[in-house]
């Protein structure tokens, strides 16, 4: 055996969410989310009506069942524990904690369910990393109070925080605050439920909801801090990087001025400032926030202990060709020639990883965590019911190996986890079609199917990564 191993503090997980896995929208007296709206499928991004309760038809509505980690959280978290993760990610559901957002007193069920998740982690040994709101927020907020853009949903998010907090102090010690906060720019909706369809400046508006965002999400820092001082809480952003086509330099700006636009959002959360080019990029808008007195000292004050961030491919950016996005972070209409694809068009790039990872330290010099990182991909059970998912192995043997390089490099990155170790609903395609698990979960878009879980080949893989330290990365 070789002698390149990961740090023996670094951590090996995977990660889930809520909105993609848990399902069971209507049980536990759980209320609706905006998650609930979307329709399987891509391209259905802005086929939502707010108004629309109809709890009957799930079949249009994938997330509504997802995979039931709700019912059987146990089985799941069995065969994560087989698969040796040191930690796992996922989210609480906000609505199954108050289901309206407003109610005066949470739901003892919804905060009964996460104790019993976390109990079970904890048994099993496998660290819980907690994200509070991954594209999630009470769908009655969004009717009555237009969601973000109101002051008033601060007070209620704050007060969730403050009730998760208390009562999973000592249970879960990593906390992440809004998932990908950055896709806000994409799909305002599915990212934190701001429907904009219909303003006359929709930057200003979101702006003016971020501003408020990111009060409360101070505010929840400062919260946990107090609560529990021992616990540790770090933001989430897609970083999927951009560079310039060529070495013309306006291309080199652009690709510069659009990465820097996507590290605002950890700038917020981590130095709890709006940094200086944002004048600029405001006055260009019309946006004019409306900024309360003390607003900018609670979010000086209270930044996050640790960034954490999604990566799953580059983009680039070519002069006259737009970049686009999807819940991979931007996606560049040009292709970049030195990388190949995935079926979904995200071009592999595990150097990327590194330099984002670098750049990242530079910028914030905090411990880093990589939440997410994977390939999906349409997969089928073969004769011997499993899946030879060499591709997923390789795909992760790279991003590992670019890893292991970064912290060469003297980043400080303290754990890795693979999304969606366990098929579940991809966010994109809002669909089972798109694959990522080490596990084949038997269900399809309608919940049909026996639901029983099959390993593929890269399970074993996996597992021995863990074992060794990363260090069979190197040798087979
Ligand atoms: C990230 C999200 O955008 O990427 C996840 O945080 C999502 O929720 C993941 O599932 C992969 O994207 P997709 O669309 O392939 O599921």
Redesign the pocket.
Known sequence: MNNQRFPDSFLFGGAI?A??AEGGFDQGGRGLSNGDLRKKGLGTFNDFDINNEDRENTDDYSFRKGVNFYGRYKEYLAEMHELGLQCFRMSISWSRIFPNGDDEEPNEEGLKYYDDVFDELNRLGMEPFVTLS??EIPLHLVQKYNGWMDRRVIGFYEKYCRTVFERYKGKVRYWITF??IN?VVSFPFWAIGLDIRDSKNPMQDMYQALHHLFVANALSIKALHEIDPAAKIGDMT?VSTIYAYSCNPDEVFEAFRQRRLKYFFIDMQAKGEYPYQMKRFFEENNVELKIEDGDLEILKNNTVDYITC?Y?QSAVYKEGEALTS????FRSKAKNPYLTATQ?GWQIDPKGLRFVLNELYERYHLPIFIS?N?V?MIEKLDENNTVIDDYRIEYIRNHLKAVYEAIRDGVDVFGYTY??PFD?V????GSME?R?GFVFVDYDDYGNGSGKLFRKKSFDWYRHVIDTRGASLFED
């Not at 991809?426 to 395609?429: F, I, L, V, W």
């Open positions: 969410c909105m993609q991954h594209f998932n990908e896709n897609s999604s799953y999807d819940t991979g972070g979904w997410e994977g999906g999304w969606g579940i991809a966010a994109s395609a798109k990522y």
